[in-house]
């Protein structure tokens, strides 16, 4: 998983060409690098799920 593709589905998440996005434990650290360098990164909202996977959705709302 490199940073291109990262961004790849951020986009589409953003666009909305995806509801959510499944990461991987083992990917999960390569993908927050390239998450949290974007400026709109406060949208995104990431789910624990149980095994330490994380689902992602983006949100109109920025958190705080």
């Known amino acids: 998983m490199n940073e291109e593709f990262v961004n790849e589905i951020l986009n589409k998440l953003r666009d909305g060409e995806l509801n ?8 999960f650290l390569e993908f927050r690098n390239t998450l949290v360098k974007r400026e709109d990164f406060k949208h ?3 789910i624990a ?3 330490g996977d994380v689902l992602y959705r983006y ?3 920025a958190r705080s």
């Open 59 to 61: 949100t109109e709302d």
């Open 20 to 27: 959510e996005y499944l990461v991987k434990k083992d990917q």
């Open 49 to 51: 799920l149980h095994g």
């Open 44 to 46: 995104y909202r990431g």
